[in-house]
């Protein structure tokens, strides 16, 4: 399941419950053309998606196996975290309306601190999509969400994903054992970065 980072920082109680309000409230069609917070009526389309091995595989918190009820299940937790604040499920439409990807931010309020995973259908991959898809999605992160540390975890053999987010700037701090749903863990290589690295790389 999803961790918090390894660094600690402690939010007010007022920055908590503006962080909790933002997931509950932010449009995050400001993250791009057809984005939408995942509902029931996209677990069809979620099922297509994750079915795929080279959408799912590299992705360690999804549940296991992907089957209509375990993402029904999947989806319906995530909106109550949407509602309670603790995370955002997101799901990419296509322009014909087709599920073509989706992102996970978990959220962790009192720590300012929030940690996104996500894919995009096989046929869109390796085109560039996902290094500028990681750039946008980690700018709304910190400034539409208002937390103040990021961290991100990819599996040890997970190019693509390494390279982007080296590309973005996270500072890589080790490896951390990944825990799946079912309890099993994978080694993943380990980054984070703060609001205001952040800042300094990219809006100066
Ligand atoms: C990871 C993912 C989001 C990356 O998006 P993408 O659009 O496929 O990747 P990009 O085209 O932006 O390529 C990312 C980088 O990897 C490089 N790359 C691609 N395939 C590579 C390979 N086999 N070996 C080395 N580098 C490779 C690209 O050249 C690019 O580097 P560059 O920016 O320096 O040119 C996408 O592939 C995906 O959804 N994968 C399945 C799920 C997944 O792994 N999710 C992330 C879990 S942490």
């Given at each position: 399941?999803?961790?918090?980072?390894?660094?600690?920082?402690h939010?007010?109680?007022?920055?908590?419950?503006?962080?909790?309000?933002?997931?509950r409230?932010?449009?995050?069609?400001?993250?791009?053309?057809?984005?939408?917070?995942?509902?029931?009526?996209?677990v069809?389309?979620?099922?297509?998606?994750?079915?795929?091995?080279?959408v799912?595989?590299?992705?360690?918190?999804?549940?296991?196996?992907?089957?209509?009820?375990s993402?029904?299940?999947?989806?319906?937790?995530?909106?109550?975290?949407?509602?309670?604040?603790?995370?955002?499920?997101?799901?990419?439409?296509?322009?014909?309306?087709?599920?073509?990807?989706?992102?996970?931010?978990?959220?962790?309020?009192?720590?300012?601190?929030?940690?996104i995973?996500?894919?995009?259908?096989?046929?869109?991959?390796?085109?560039?999509?996902?290094?500028?898809?990681?750039?946008?999605?980690?700018s709304?992160?910190?400034?539409?969400?208002?937390?103040?540390?990021?961290?991100?975890?990819?599996?040890l053999?997970n190019?693509r994903?390494?390279?982007?987010?080296?590309?973005?700037?996270?500072?890589?701090m080790?490896?951390?054992?990944?825990?799946?749903?079912?309890?099993?863990?994978?080694?993943?290589?380990?980054?984070?970065?703060?609001?205001?690295?952040?800042?300094?790389?990219?809006?100066?």
């Open positions: 399941m999803s961790a918090p980072p390894k660094t600690v920082l939010a007010t109680e007022e920055e908590a419950e503006a962080i909790r309000q933002a997931v409230t932010v449009d995050v069609s400001a993250l791009g053309p057809g984005r939408e917070r995942a509902d029931l009526h996209h069809p389309g979620l099922v297509a998606l994750l079915s795929d091995e080279r799912s595989g590299p992705i360690y918190d999804l549940p296991r196996p992907i089957t209509e009820e993402i029904t299940r999947w989806v319906a937790e995530n909106q109550a975290q949407m509602l309670s604040g603790d995370a955002l499920l997101i799901v990419n439409l296509d322009d014909i309306g087709q599920v073509a990807g989706y992102s996970r931010i978990s959220v962790w309020p009192e720590r300012s601190s929030a940690e995973a996500g894919a995009i259908r096989a046929d869109l991959q390796n085109m560039g999509q996902g290094g500028t898809g990681m750039i946008r999605s980690f709304w992160i910190f400034e539409a969400l208002g937390v103040r540390l990021m961290c991100l975890t990819a599996a053999d190019v994903s390494q390279k982007g987010i080296d590309a973005a700037g996270f500072r890589r080790g490896e951390r054992e990944a825990v799946r749903p079912d309890g099993t863990t994978r080694r993943s290589v380990y980054w984070e970065m703060t609001r205001d690295e952040w800042r300094a790389r990219h809006t100066l």
